[in-house]
């Protein structure tokens, strides 16, 4: 069997449901993108708990300090799992964590903006948080088994995450008009990042990760999925949602919306974003201040997979 028959039978054996466990023998360019995949969304857990680290202390209440304290400890935690699934791929972390910080690698582009209240605090745990678990619930069938099991775990402990961000809306929804207020001026800050969420609508034909079997489910369809569960949701309570192309067409049964600008969202994504540096420069700063941790726990050993 050539090299190029062997390939297309894995091609073939991952599109029929077949997982891949991490000792198996696998493509290169299926490691590749598997890494890249992953890393991403590793770097995307990490970074995604800075939004919210702000607000720790400025939260109104020492049950809400709690719950967002113990938000972000599972986000770092779940970053940490997913690392260790690139390790297993053949990246070493000392070099996944130079990449993140020197701007090589990429994370989610909502996190790559400030928060600027408590009402961003609530839209990020249950709208961003909503549309990550359609996006996660879907790799839990990966062809990557490891993968697919970290992903069951995630997803537990995300769905509780959107509970809290649910419960702080509701509360300032059911609050004064300044609190309502205070959401609906998160939501129109957030909702663009939102439809940019789940990337660029790309013909399923031409993603090599559907392809792989990486992910299960195309980009628009994620983001479909997403609006016919959450656009009543939001305006049941009273939120607007500031788009007013938005609306469900029977002929097709799809969402129409304003189609976002596809350039920007490469330009935040890529480092550019209103609080992309800032985020960059702490994770640095976190980095280079823990190096004596790194340096005690290792004896000087490079952190190898």
Known sequence: MTD???????KRAVQAGHKVEAGDWMPEEY???????????????????????????????????LAVTAKIQDEVGHAQLL??????LGKPREQIFQDLISGKTKFHNVFHYPTKSWG???IIAWLVDAAAIHSQSALQRSSYAPYARTMRRICWEEAFHLKHGEDIVLTCMMGTA?????????????WEPLMMFHGPPA??????????????????????????????????IGLTIPDPKLRYDERT?????TEPDWSKLYTIVTGNGPASQARLGFRRLSYEET??????VTGGAQLTA
Do not use: C
């Not at 690392?83 to 297993?88: A, G, I, N, Q």
């Not at 300044?178 to 957030?190: I, N, P, S, V």
């Not at 049964?253 to 919306?257: E, V």
């Open 120 to 122: 961003d605090v609530g």
């Open 253 to 257: 049964g799809r969402w129409a919306y």
């Open 203 to 236: 013909p399923p034909e031409t993603d090599k990760d559907l392809e792989w079997g990486i992910k299960s489910r195309p980009n628009e369809q994620l983001r479909q999925d997403f609006l016919t569960k959450y656009v009543r949701r939001i305006q049941e």
């Open 31 to 65: 490691r590749a993108r598997l890494t890249k995949f992953i890393e991403m969304h590793a770097n995307s857990e990490l970074m995604g708990a800075l939004p919210e680290r702000d607000w720790i202390l400025r939260a109104p209440t020492l049950q809400r300090k």
């Open 291 to 296: 190096a004596w941790v790194r340096q005690v």
């Open 4 to 10: 190029e028959q062997r390939i297309e039978e894995f």
């Open 178 to 190: 300044r609190q309502k207020r205070l959401m609906q001026e998160a939501l129109e800050r957030w």
């Open 83 to 88: 690392y260790r699934l690139v390790e297993d």
